[in-house]
């Protein structure tokens, strides 16, 4: 994330020196901090092209800023095209060269070396299967050109956030590109080993956030700022459950799985009834179709998708395969 050192703009001050003689030239490191607050204020309205803009200003002035190296690199990377990620990419990458010792960089090549690495997965499967056309080859080519490529990719992100969870374990972003890189690869059993490291440290998040919030006084900006920081973790902790859950499930390991379910639902009850879907289908597995009835009729209450929307579909057909095995018990 960019670094908020700089809140203010000194643009009277810059208007004042301006304005003082026809001979006068305006402050550089004035101007440069005028750039630099402009772009933080941008990026936090979410106005990436203008935040993108400043920091360019800014960067104009001091070319090494590498506060303003990264916004550029952030700010591509909120963006979101594939243009943008490899621009992004680029940026990290540089900023790694000149600072080899910055975290942040290394973080930012690992997160757009994944996605593009999805990018170019996904492209390979529109390939292979006559969505899109091969680039000036045939399909097999290109195909396995797109997934060398991929691979590349998740290797540039698995070696920088292999190597930031061993800098600091408690890394949560780490932690978790992890968990999603070794799941995306092949290693579920890899995957769990991370996504458990992920929930401990969630957990202590969690309940720090928790502590703090009891505190009697506080600012009430502060109180803003621990709420959402509370419900960010319990967000990333429900998905890091469910992920779990899923793995195991895959796995064979239903009891696993409805472990992992049952401590994502108690940490939300009410604002994700799939999580409910998802549980019927473990409680199925293991042979008990009444609880599967309940979470059903859960999911089907709760549920904001429409009737013809596939998983509520599923969850129906899932709720006469429920009422058929109740019957047939002794």
Same mark, same amino acid.
């Given at each position: 994330?960019p670094?908020?050192?700089l809140r203010a703009?000194?643009?009277?001050?810059?208007?004042?020196?301006?304005?003082?003689?026809?001979?006068? =030239?305006?402050?550089?490191e004035?101007?440069?901090d005028?750039?630099?607050?402009?772009?933080?204020?941008?990026?936090?309205?979410?106005?990436m092209p203008?935040?993108?803009?400043?920091?360019?200003?800014?960067?104009?002035i001091e070319?090494?800023?590498?506060?303003?190296?990264?916004?550029?690199?952030?700010?591509?990377?909120?963006?979101?095209?594939?243009?943008d990620?490899?621009?992004?990419?680029?940026?990290?990458?540089g900023? #790694? =060269?000149?600072?080899?010792?910055?975290?942040?960089?290394?973080?930012?090549t690992?997160?757009?070396?994944?996605r593009?690495?999805?990018?170019?997965?996904?492209?390979?499967?529109?390939?292979?299967?006559?969505?899109?056309?091969?680039?000036?080859?045939?399909?097999?080519?290109?195909?396995?050109?797109?997934? =060398?490529?991929?691979?590349?990719?998740?290797?540039?992100? #698995?070696?920088?956030?292999?190597?930031?969870?061993?800098?600091?374990? #408690?890394?949560?972003?780490?932690?978790?590109?992890?968990?999603?890189?070794?799941?995306?690869?092949? *290693?579920?059993e890899?995957?769990?080993?991370?996504?458990? *490291? &992920?929930?401990?440290?969630?957990?202590?998040?969690?309940?720090?956030?928790?502590?703090?919030?009891?505190?009697?006084?506080?600012?009430?900006?502060?109180?803003?700022?621990?709420?959402?920081? #509370? *419900?960010?973790?319990?967000?990333?902790?429900?998905?890091?459950?469910?992920?779990?859950?899923?793995?195991?499930?895959?796995?064979?390991?239903?009891?696993?799985?409805l472990?992992?379910?049952?401590?994502?639902?108690e940490?939300?009850? =009410?604002?994700?009834?799939?999580?409910y879907?998802?549980?019927?289908?473990?409680?199925?597995?293991?042979?008990?179709?009444? *609880?599967?009835?309940?979470?059903?009729?859960?999911?089907?209450a709760?549920?904001?998708?429409?009737v013809?929307h596939?998983?509520?579909?599923?969850?129906w057909?899932?709720?006469?395969?429920?009422?058929?095995?109740?019957? &047939?018990?002794?």
């Amino acid at each position: 994330m960019p670094s908020r050192r700089l809140r203010a703009l000194p643009l009277a001050a810059l208007l004042v020196a301006a304005c003082q003689s026809d001979k006068a =030239k305006v402050d550089p490191e004035a101007l440069h901090d005028m750039h630099v607050g402009t772009a933080l204020a941008h990026y936090d309205l979410g106005d990436m092209p203008r935040a993108l803009d400043q920091a360019q200003r800014a960067l104009e002035i001091e070319p090494d800023d590498k506060a303003m190296l990264l916004l550029g690199g952030w700010c591509y990377m909120r963006m979101g095209s594939t243009q943008d990620l490899v621009q992004a990419q680029s940026i990290f990458l540089g900023v #790694e =060269k000149k600072f080899p010792d910055d975290l942040r960089a290394k973080l930012g090549t690992a997160k757009t070396s994944e996605r593009l690495a999805l990018i170019n997965e996904q492209t390979a499967k529109d390939v292979e299967s006559g969505k899109r056309l091969p680039v000036g080859a045939t399909v097999a080519d290109e195909v396995t050109r797109l997934r =060398k490529e991929s691979k590349r990719l998740y290797g540039m992100a #698995e070696d920088r956030y292999r190597m930031l969870v061993e800098t600091k374990s #408690e890394n949560i972003e780490a932690l978790n590109g992890m968990v999603r890189i070794t799941g995306l690869t092949g *290693r579920p059993e890899e995957s769990l080993t991370y996504a458990g *490291r &992920l929930i401990e440290e969630l957990d202590k998040q969690r309940v720090f956030y928790a502590r703090q919030l009891e505190r009697r006084e506080m600012q009430p900006s502060e109180e803003q700022s621990y709420r959402k920081l #509370e *419900r960010d973790a319990t967000t990333l902790l429900i998905d890091t459950r469910e992920l779990a859950a899923n793995l195991h499930f895959d796995l064979g390991r239903p009891s696993l799985a409805l472990a992992h379910l049952d401590a994502a639902i108690e940490l939300d009850p =009410k604002d994700r009834p799939d999580l409910y879907a998802q549980r019927a289908q473990v409680y199925m597995a293991l042979d008990s179709p009444a *609880r599967a009835l309940e979470d059903l009729d859960l999911f089907i209450a709760r549920s904001t998708l429409p009737v013809e929307h596939p998983e509520v579909q599923k969850a129906w057909q899932m709720r006469r395969d429920a009422r058929t095995a109740l019957a &047939l018990k002794p």
